[in-house]
């Protein structure tokens, strides 16, 4: 049915314990940031809304909030990057290290280790963050085929079944673009642009068992994210109770925002690790199928941008150390 373990799955998550904890403080963090400015654009609001009636104050209220709100996730967008860079791609490259069987580093110094393995591949954070992006793009496009394809099948009522398992696919496909960059880091290459468009030709050509895998890790992610909103609705009506005029939603919202944060940082590595193993093991000893090359090229134009990059990057190079480009990239 599905080709991973869950034990090793969650000897994973305990071999990158370090991770684990980095990802719950920051992802809590964010959580408790919005709280926060929530409340403080609440409190605000609610005292400028005391030279008014009270309608007037429910309303200056309302918007200081929404504008506390506002402001956190424009700051957590602008960081993203950020967040990509140092907690996703580090935490992929000392799980892909530990499948490996190479030793870890234990506290702290395991954080710095996965930056100096992300930092020796990508470069620059917009660098990671520019692969991420086409790759999400290029997923989309591999899925896109796969229903292409399903449609064509002589099956009575196929295509309303369709609508529903494509959007079961698009949201099993968020979790796979951190897989393509695990190839990438797993394969030590010089050229990350290159490396992702030959992860995925392989993903593209093990798309059906890699989405097979995918679509029942995600129904258990989102599953027990659900569990978890539905436990913080609690103690996030509780904290709405803090805030200056009781903002209605507010309960619904930040059971929202806890749910994520758990997810973000317990439940999706969990989910990770598991399609981590799937993508290795179809993958392993496999080369990139030229026919699946050439369907990515005709189908999406984020496939061939990222060609584009890959020349560029390996162009760079080569005039950085003195060789011409051209020459000697065979």
């Known amino acids: 049915m599905f080709s991973f ?38 409190g605000i609001g609610f005292g400028i809304g005391g030279i008014g009636d009270s309608d007037f104050q429910a309303s200056s209220t309302l918007w200081g909030g929404g504008i506390g709100f506002a402001l956190t996730a424009g700051v957590i967008y602008i960081l993203r990057e950020y967040i990509l860079y140092i907690v996703k791609a580090g935490h992929i490259a000392v799980m892909v290290e530990a499948l490996d069987g190479r030793e870890l580093p234990a506290g702290q110094g395991q954080i710095a280790y996965a930056r100096d393995i992300v930092t020796n591949h990508f470069g620059e954070a917009s660098v990671l963050f520019g692969i991420d992006q086409l790759v999400k793009g290029v997923l989309n496009a591999i899925t896109g085929l796969l229903q292409g394809l399903m449609s064509l099948l002589p099956i009575p009522g196929l295509n309303n079944v369709m609508g529903i398992v494509r959007g079961y696919l698009r949201v099993a496909v968020g979790l796979l673009d951190e897989i393509i960059l695990a190839h990438i880091l797993r394969h030590r290459s010089t050229n990350p642009w290159a490396s992702a468009r030959e992860a995925l030709v392989l993903y593209g050509q093990n798309a059906k068992p ?59 590595p969990f989910a990770i690790a598991c399609l981590l193993q799937s993508f290795f093991k179809a993958t392993d000893g496999q080369a990139p199928n030229p026919e699946w090359e050439a369907r990515l090229e005709a189908a999406s134009n984020k496939f061939k941008k ?25």
Not at 231 to 249: N, Q
Not at 311 to 326: I, L
């Open 210 to 268: 890699m989405l097979l895998n995918a679509a029942w890790v995600t129904l258990f992610v989102y599953g027990l994210s659900f569990v978890v909103f539905i436990l913080m609705l609690a103690p996030a009506s509780a904290l709405v109770y803090l805030i200056p005029g009781a903002w209605s939603a507010g309960g619904f919202v930040f059971a929202l925002l806890f749910a994520w944060a758990v997810k973000a940082a317990l439940i999706e």
């Open 306 to 330: 990222m060609g584009q990059r890959a020349a560029e990057w390996m162009g760079g190079k080569t005039k950085a150390s003195g060789t011409p480009a051209g020459v000697g990239n065979s």
């Open 5 to 42: 373990s869950v034990g090793l799955s969650l000897r994973l998550m305990a071999q990158t314990a370090p991770f684990v904890i980095f990802r719950m403080v920051i992802y809590f963090a964010i959580a408790v940031a919005y709280v926060l400015v929530t409340g403080v654009g609440a």
